[in-house]
């Protein structure tokens, strides 16, 4: 997918530049075919990106499973940072922060709500589904749940970067520690009862591409075990 910005405010017209090799994006200006950005938070092929209609954001999709919504410095051209570089401090977060992570789950609708209740990070942290109710008056039951969906979400993203587990250690399934990690026919690894659960509800595609799975069978990932088991030897003491 490709998707251009015109930039008023710079004079000029940029558009991003997939790397699927090497899991960045490349953003250039087509009239001095200048790199301003190199984006490289992915950990898996990057597949698509868009940018925002009317403001300096973008959000790129990877095989890792993320969106990422990167928000460009117009001052400084060379300065992009993304949500995900932040979400280990979500406390500190802005009302603007969140409004920005809200249009990022598809939650636009409630960025004026949040903003007229003040909700930064560490209160959005804090929500629950009395506070949804009764404080930000959501009456909607289903809108309730999705927030409180994200934001555990988010919870569980703040916990994993907090703790410094490597990406390649966690369940692409369930975002957790693997304990028992086998390798499906996809070619990637998953937590055992994670991936069975997954089968078991037929679901014959796979968890990180969504195509059709050429077998069922699960092959211990011996060496993954290992590793993680090295990795907790060391940082558990």
Same mark, same amino acid.
């Given at each position: 997918?490709?998707?251009?910005?015109p930039?008023?405010?710079?004079?000029?017209?940029?558009?991003?530049?997939?790397?699927s090799?090497?899991?960045?994006?490349?953003?250039?200006?087509?009239?001095?075919?200048?790199?301003?950005? @190199?984006?490289?938070?992915h950990?898996?092929? /990057?597949?698509?990106?868009?940018?925002?209609?009317?403001?300096?954001?973008?959000?790129?999709?990877?095989?890792?499973?993320?969106?990422?919504?990167?928000?460009?410095?117009l001052?400084?051209?060379?300065? #992009?940072?993304?949500?995900?570089?932040?979400?280990?401090? @979500?406390?500190?977060? %802005?009302?603007?922060?969140?409004?920005?992570?809200?249009?990022?789950?598809?939650?636009?609708?409630?960025?004026?709500?949040?903003?007229?209740?003040?909700?930064?990070?560490?209160?959005?942290?804090?929500?629950?589904? +009395?506070?949804? #109710?009764?404080?930000?008056?959501?009456e %909607?039951?289903?809108?309730?749940?999705?927030?409180?969906?994200?934001?555990?979400?988010?919870?569980?993203?703040?916990?994993? *970067?907090?703790?410094?587990?490597?990406?390649?250690?966690?369940?692409?399934?369930?975002? +957790?520690?693997?304990?028992?990690?086998?390798?499906?026919?996809?070619?990637?690894?998953?937590?055992?009862?994670?991936?069975?659960?997954?089968?078991?509800?037929?679901?014959?595609?796979?968890?990180?591409?969504?195509?059709?799975?050429?077998? /069922?069978?699960?092959?211990?990932?011996?060496?993954?075990?290992?590793?993680?088991?090295?990795? *907790?030897? @060391?940082?558990?003491?």
């Amino acid at each position: 997918m490709w998707s251009g910005l015109p930039d008023q405010n710079l004079g000029s017209f940029f558009y991003p530049c997939l790397r699927s090799v090497d899991k960045s994006v490349i953003i250039y200006d087509t009239n001095t075919e200048s790199i301003l950005h @190199t984006l490289t938070q992915h950990t898996r092929y /990057v597949t698509s990106c868009a940018f925002a209609p009317s403001t300096p954001l973008l959000a790129t999709g990877s095989m890792d499973k993320t969106v990422n919504i990167w928000q460009f410095d117009l001052e400084t051209p060379c300065q #992009a940072r993304s949500m995900e570089d932040q979400v280990k401090f @979500t406390e500190d977060w %802005s009302e603007e922060d969140v409004s920005v992570w809200l249009c990022a789950q598809g939650l636009s609708d409630l960025v004026a709500i949040f903003k007229m209740n003040n909700i930064d990070g560490r209160e959005l942290l804090n929500l629950t589904k +009395e506070s949804l #109710a009764d404080d930000l008056k959501i009456e %909607s039951l289903g809108l309730r749940s999705k927030v409180l969906r994200k934001i555990e979400e988010l919870r569980t993203k703040v916990k994993t *970067l907090s703790s410094g587990i490597p990406d390649e250690f966690l369940c692409p399934i369930t975002r +957790e520690l693997m304990k028992d990690p086998v390798i499906a026919s996809d070619g990637y690894s998953y937590e055992k009862e994670a991936m069975e659960n997954w089968i078991s509800k037929k679901k014959r595609t796979s968890p990180m591409t969504n195509l059709v799975l050429p077998s /069922v069978v699960l092959t211990p990932n011996r060496t993954l075990k290992m590793a993680i088991s090295r990795w *907790l030897e @060391t940082h558990q003491k």
